[in-house]
């Protein structure tokens, strides 16, 4: 999921840092190119206010921790939705609400299979959850195939009794001679649509779309979006699709408006948001999760 910070407890990695690969993402000629409200199927329509219990969620448990800390009765909304899913990478901190899912965040297949060996999953956690980066310590058969990687992964997890999130980051497609890459001529979500990684929730119940660091191009996100659960719900009708959004994408500033302006454009591919955010932009995170209940 996006990179918005280096905490030590758990590890962000990035989403999409390559300027350039963003900036061809933006420019790119066709239905791709335009920052204005309109997509190749006509305008972008807003769905208008989204009750905070109505949609499923996913936050770091740190970043839930302290926002819980700051406004209770916002964050009582949102753990009365479907379900709440809260990252964590070790064992602390504040002991949880009794319907929150707690899941435990790995890089790599090879990651979630040494921690089973070895009896050092945390426990009670029922939810592993693959994001699989362009990291320096994740494998390098992970990253040059990274469809079968994120299928060891769920057949690791279900095997174990572990429910498998798959959460691939779009920087997997300019991995060097990876076996389906970005190819000249094509943007980073081309070729993540390309390469078919949404197709590997057919390998999971749940599927989260990294789309943040498009968020403020409506044209893109909605774009990216909604080919991504289009394909993922071809390979897997019954499954769950979240889609990442931050007040701080990839450390960059974003309003709260034009997160909620997101959300709403996004409503209607997906069930969720996993959102990612730092400390100091709180109140504008704050903000977001009552401007979406407000419209």
Same mark, same amino acid.
């Given at each position: 999921m996006?990179?918005?910070?280096?905490?030590?407890?758990?590890?962000?990695p990035r989403a999409l840092t390559v300027t350039a690969g963003l900036a061809a993402f933006v420019l790119s000629a066709g239905s791709w190119s335009s920052v204005s409200?309109?997509?190749?199927?006509g305008p972008i329509s807003l769905s208008g206010p989204i009750?905070?219990? =109505?949609? #499923?969620?996913? *936050?770091?448990?740190?970043?839930?921790?302290?926002?819980?800390?700051?406004?209770?009765?916002?964050?009582?909304?949102?753990v009365a939705s479907p379900a709440t899913y809260v990252l964590e990478h070790s064992v602390g901190g504040h002991r949880l609400p009794r319907k929150v899912i707690p899941a435990e965040m790995f890089f790599s297949a090879a990651q979630l299979q040494a921690a089973i060996d070895q009896g050092q999953v945390i426990p009670g956690v029922k939810v592993v959850v693959d994001d699989l980066e362009d990291?320096?310590?994740?494998p390098t058969a992970e990253l040059d195939a990274s469809r079968p990687a994120m299928q060891?992964?769920?057949?690791?997890?279900?095997?174990?009794?572990?429910?498998?999130?798959l959460v691939p980051g779009r920087d997997l497609m300019l991995v060097s001679g990876a076996?389906? =890459?970005? #190819?000249?001529? *094509?943007?980073?979500?081309?070729?993540?649509?390309?390469?078919?990684l949404p197709a590997a929730a057919a390998y999971t119940p749940i599927y989260v779309i990294q789309a943040a660091s498009v968020e403020t191009n409506l044209?893109?996100?909605q774009q990216l979006v909604r080919l991504a659960a289009a394909r993922a719900r071809k390979a897997n009708p019954n499954v769950t699709i979240f889609a990442t959004l931050s007040v701080s994408p990839n450390g960059a500033y974003a309003s709260s408006s034009a997160v909620v302006q997101a959300a709403q454009a996004i409503r209607p591919y997906v069930q969720g948001y996993a959102m990612n955010n730092v400390r100091p932009s709180d109140p504008r995170m704050l903000d977001f999760l009552t401007g979406l209940s407000q419209g």
């Amino acid at each position: 999921m996006n990179h918005t910070s280096m905490r030590p407890r758990i590890p962000r990695p990035r989403a999409l840092t390559v300027t350039a690969g963003l900036a061809a993402f933006v420019l790119s000629a066709g239905s791709w190119s335009s920052v204005s409200a309109r997509s190749a199927s006509g305008p972008i329509s807003l769905s208008g206010p989204i009750s905070l219990s =109505s949609v #499923q969620w996913i *936050f770091y448990k740190e970043d839930f921790n302290h926002l819980n800390d700051e406004d209770p009765a916002l964050i009582k909304q949102i753990v009365a939705s479907p379900a709440t899913y809260v990252l964590e990478h070790s064992v602390g901190g504040h002991r949880l609400p009794r319907k929150v899912i707690p899941a435990e965040m790995f890089f790599s297949a090879a990651q979630l299979q040494a921690a089973i060996d070895q009896g050092q999953v945390i426990p009670g956690v029922k939810v592993v959850v693959d994001d699989l980066e362009d990291l320096p310590t994740t494998p390098t058969a992970e990253l040059d195939a990274s469809r079968p990687a994120m299928q060891a992964f769920a057949q690791a997890a279900t095997a174990n009794g572990y429910q498998p999130v798959l959460v691939p980051g779009r920087d997997l497609m300019l991995v060097s001679g990876a076996r389906c =890459s970005k #190819q000249p001529g *094509f943007t980073i979500s081309q070729a993540y649509l390309r390469c078919g990684l949404p197709a590997a929730a057919a390998y999971t119940p749940i599927y989260v779309i990294q789309a943040a660091s498009v968020e403020t191009n409506l044209t893109a996100l909605q774009q990216l979006v909604r080919l991504a659960a289009a394909r993922a719900r071809k390979a897997n009708p019954n499954v769950t699709i979240f889609a990442t959004l931050s007040v701080s994408p990839n450390g960059a500033y974003a309003s709260s408006s034009a997160v909620v302006q997101a959300a709403q454009a996004i409503r209607p591919y997906v069930q969720g948001y996993a959102m990612n955010n730092v400390r100091p932009s709180d109140p504008r995170m704050l903000d977001f999760l009552t401007g979406l209940s407000q419209g």
